[in-house]
């Protein structure tokens, strides 16, 4: 938009996203949960959608997976202040079931909006509905997990749910092997990320 700035920008964006009720989904909640972190970093984490705390709380991952995700970043030396952590949809599936295509839809150009102004460099998908939205309808996240692809000149990868490595840790291996991986690609790109955990403006 012409005339404003990139932070005026994304304030319009949050509050017209709190007063959403495109999808019946805005019947049930709490609140809506936009996301969370640094709009500058040139990573954003992408989940499905929030679950009971998140809407309680109004911030993305900070129950039970949201803790698992914080340990899995540290490993490989990121914070959430260090990245933009959003959903595809913005409040909660009853019973934390998977959003439906229809509230996915309703709910996407939120989501859209968010990247074009943040503009990250890099996205991380957690879990199968996420890389389904994000890199192509037909993801198997069994098989697809850890693998780059490129979109819109955006590098993407997913990896397992952090609820999902809560339900089953033999996955977890994997998931670490998909770190290492994901944390090379910003060594290369980002080493000043490594640089005592801090942004070097």
């Known amino acids: 938009?012409?005339?404003?700035?990139?932070?005026?920008?994304?304030q319009m964006l949050h509050n017209a996203c709190m007063e959403c009720t495109a999808c019946p989904l805005h019947q049930t909640r709490?609140?809506?949960?936009?996301?969370?972190?640094e709009r500058k970093s040139p990573i954003m984490i992408i989940g499905e959608g929030p679950g009971e705390q998140e809407d309680l709380q109004g911030e993305p991952f900070?129950?039970?997976?949201?803790q698992l995700l914080d340990d899995m970043l540290k490993l490989i030396g990121l914070d959430r202040s260090m990245l933009y952590i959003a959903n595809i949809v913005k409040c909660r599936p009853p019973r934390?079931?998977?959003?439906?295509?229809?509230?996915?839809?309703?709910?996407?150009?939120?989501?859209?909006?968010q990247i074009r102004i943040m503009d990250p460099d890099i996205?991380?998908?957690l879990g199968r509905v996420a890389a389904m939205r994000m890199i192509k309808p037909d993801f198997k996240i069994t098989k697809e997990h850890g693998k780059w692809f490129?979109?819109?000149?955006r590098r993407i990868m997913a990896i397992y749910h952090p609820s999902a490595l809560l339900r089953d840790e033999r996955k977890r291996p994997e998931t670490f092997a998909d770190l290492r991986e994901f944390?090379?690609?910003?060594?290369?790109?980002y080493p000043?990320?490594?640089g005592g955990g801090c942004w070097v403006e």
């Not at 012409?2 to 994304?10: L, P």
């Not at 709910?107 to 859209?112: E, N, T």
């Not at 490129?150 to 000149?153: A, E, F, G, I, T």
Request: with cysteine; hydrophobic share 40%; glycine share 8%.
């Open 1 to 10: 938009m012409a005339g404003i700035t990139k932070q005026q920008e994304w």
């Open 96 to 113: 934390n079931r998977d959003p439906l295509t229809e509230e996915q839809d309703a709910c996407s150009h939120w989501l859209a909006e």
């Open 30 to 37: 709490t609140n809506v949960v936009f996301g969370v972190g």
């Open 150 to 153: 490129l979109r819109d000149n």
């Open 62 to 66: 900070v129950g039970p997976a949201g």
């Open 192 to 194: 000043e990320m490594y």
């Open 183 to 189: 944390r090379r690609v910003l060594r290369i790109s």
């Open 123 to 125: 996205i991380l998908c």
